[in-house]
């Protein structure tokens, strides 16, 4: 069973707003990441973070930040809300591998998801 | 760039038949990684297997099988004697080899058990 935790679970709020999405994990796990999940179901990458004081913008682009000050922690903020980030945000994280012939589970542990509708 | 393609955007099938969730991949690399996660309705994505690009065994867990074949670049899923607990949608994902977990996902199949 995963310990990956995210608040909230649903958020409504009005264009313009700041928010902020909580994600923590008990596991220890040095990485962590944050997917968006589309509507129509397809999940992008983000960001993502390796350790402590590590942040990486991932593959779709977004007007959201993240930081990463505690290894338990990853919350992820935006600014300026607008419609069109509503969409339902995933965190993940797995356990850090140093490279080499294969290493790594690939298993990554997903919080419920916070759900995000901008009005 | 990596790519993962699941074609079946929606599947329904009656209690106890079989079904198989089909996945196809592109990468440039000669050693990747293949998995298959569950997301049922309550959100979160629950892993299910992890197959390496030297391992081309199939495997099977339960009721629970998949197909890797690296010639036709496809890693299909199949469920036998699927129950109503099996609806969910299921994601096929692609990672490089260097360790860092960052998944490719396809677009997911939503699988429907009709009682």
């Known amino acids: 069973e995963a310990d990956i935790y995210q608040t909230p679970r649903y958020l409504v709020i009005g264009t313009g707003k700041k928010i902020t999405l909580e994600c923590s994990q008990t596991m220890g796990h040095d990485k962590m990441y944050w997917y968006q999940q589309d509507p129509g179901m397809e999940l992008h990458l983000i960001h993502y973070?390796?350790?402590?004081?590590?942040?990486e913008k991932g593959d779709l682009s977004s007007e959201s930040t993240v930081s990463r000050i505690r290894t338990e922690h990853f919350p992820l903020t935006l600014e300026s809300a607008r419609p069109s980030h509503t969409s339902q945000y995933l965190c993940?994280?797995?356990?850090?591998?140093?490279?080499?012939?294969?290493?790594?589970?690939?298993?990554?542990?997903f919080g419920e998801g916070s759900r995000l509708t901008v009005l | 760039a990596q790519k993962v393609t699941q074609a079946q955007t929606e599947i329904s099938v009656v209690e106890k038949e079989d079904v198989t969730l089909d996945c196809v991949y592109e990468t440039r690399d000669t050693t990747y990684y293949l998995f298959w996660y569950k997301q049922p309705p309550s959100g979160e994505l629950v892993f299910l297997i992890r197959r390496n690009s030297f391992d081309e065994q199939n495997e099977i867990s339960g009721r629970y099988s998949w197909n890797f074949q690296k010639s036709t670049s496809s890693f299909n899923f199949t469920i036998t004697a699927s129950q109503v607990v099996d609806s969910a949608v299921y994601f096929c994902a692609l990672s490089d080899n260097f360790g860092n977990e960052k998944l490719t996902f396809g677009t997911g199949t939503r699988l429907t058990i009709i009682p």
């Open positions: 973070s390796y350790g402590v004081n590590s942040t």
């Open positions: 993940a994280s797995s356990e850090y591998h140093l490279v080499g012939g294969g290493a790594g589970t690939g298993e990554l542990f």
